[in-house]
């Protein structure tokens, strides 16, 4: 086993690169769909669904999806995450692995006129932690354990919360309840939050980093973290990978964010890995 | 004849891995940051088998699911300036507005905003999917005018969005993802 991460093929140059989603629906047919599509590719790593910011309607926890989706109640974004699981077992070949990872974010900044926004975030973390557990039941009972896992995801970008509070309540609450790994896939512009905020999002309980790099500054942002760790944790983080955008313009493609998190992760000593296992496309 | 039995199978092992390293099959040993006793917890639950989990399941790669049509919940086809979650990271596009419309299954989002990594510059983002393959369609893309931002979505028809931005107003094709700005 590399690292701690389901292996990887350790002669490859890079990760496979995974395709992850930004979804607009929870329609079982269509992330059935997703998921044979990973499957048949020999998708290997860490997959984020993610099913946009969280939200509540009438007593129902869930989140406003992207598009034309409107609220998804935490009952069928499971619904949708069980169906994806399907599709990758049926399609894939014996011996991948992924980590299918039930994403949301803490978007919302106090201009953009959000709709339903949660009553409780430490709720709505709690409950999301709740859900994950049980794609991994789901998962177990299925007889698909040998190649998938359950995990969470955050898109937590500073600019979208810079009080940090329904941010910081989101993560706690679903770490009160989760047993599984909660990947902070978002970003860390600076002038929001502080760096104990910071690390305190990308690697507190079961938190583990998978940051957006799409330029080589957002790279040396997360290295400059890892150096506050060390400073002030002792230890720095175990960073699990990259997550990139592309084909949009101008952006690091994934490979060149892999190796530019890389490089910034061999500049210290104290901060040194010698490869990630995870990269991924969000779309 | 115990100790051979042991010894045999040990050398054996050694052999592979000799040859594996000369192949460059095993890497050299992993150099990560030491992770400390909670977290080391937490991956080694993640990546184990969970305690009673059924079997390897049949793979079927031929089932075709129960069709579930995917169904907008948002009034479609108008601009609107509230509540506009883009799929794309704000450090890349910045949004003011937003056109959603479903045609036989084909969601057409069209996104208003500033390109944040074009120093502010007017941008609109589009979003082509396939809702029932949940896959982007060819025409999704950023595309940043010469001029600055931030951009807002004033209307759509056909193929032509309207848009304005400080001082000027102009057409994006939807087709040929030009901008065409008005006489000002």
Redesign the interface.
Known sequence: ??????PRD??AAYPYTTRS?????T????????G??A??AGAVGAIIL?F??PAYRDGAYGT????????ASNVSILAAMK?FA??Y????PLRTQA?IARGTSN?CPAT????LLPRDYAAAGSYWGTRTNEL?TYI???????QE?S?AAD?A?P??DPAFTSTHDFIAGYNSTA???MFDYG?L?SGYWSRSNEYYVA?T??N?PLP?V??PS?AANWESLELWAVENRG????MTGITS?WP????LTPHEGYDAMLDQLQSHA??????LDYLTDI? | MKSLRVRAPAVALLVVIAFCLEAGAIAAPSRRPPVNPAKRAILDHQFALPPGAAPPAPKNPAYVPPYDPPRPQIELAHVTSTDVQVPLSPALFAPTTQWIDVVDGVQIAVYGGSAAHEGGAAAIYVWLTDLNAGSNLAGTGLFVAKGPGPLRLTGVSGQVVSFSCPNRTGRFDLLSREFHWDPT
């Open positions: 086993m590399v690292g701690a991460a389901w350790a002669t989603y930004y979804e607009s629906t329609s079982t047919s269509t992330l059935y769909n997703q044979c599509t499957g048949n993610d946009g910011r406003k999806l992207f598009g034309s989706g409107g609220f169906a399907d599709g077992w049926d399609c894939s980590v978007y953009s006129g959000c709709s991994t177990a009972n299925s007889g698909y354990s040998s896992t995990a898109d970008e600019a979208w047993e599984w790994m970003s512009e690697y309980g079961a583990f957006e799409y330029y957002m230890v720095s983080m175990w955008e949009v313009p101008g952006t104290s901060t040194y890995q010698d490869a779309r």
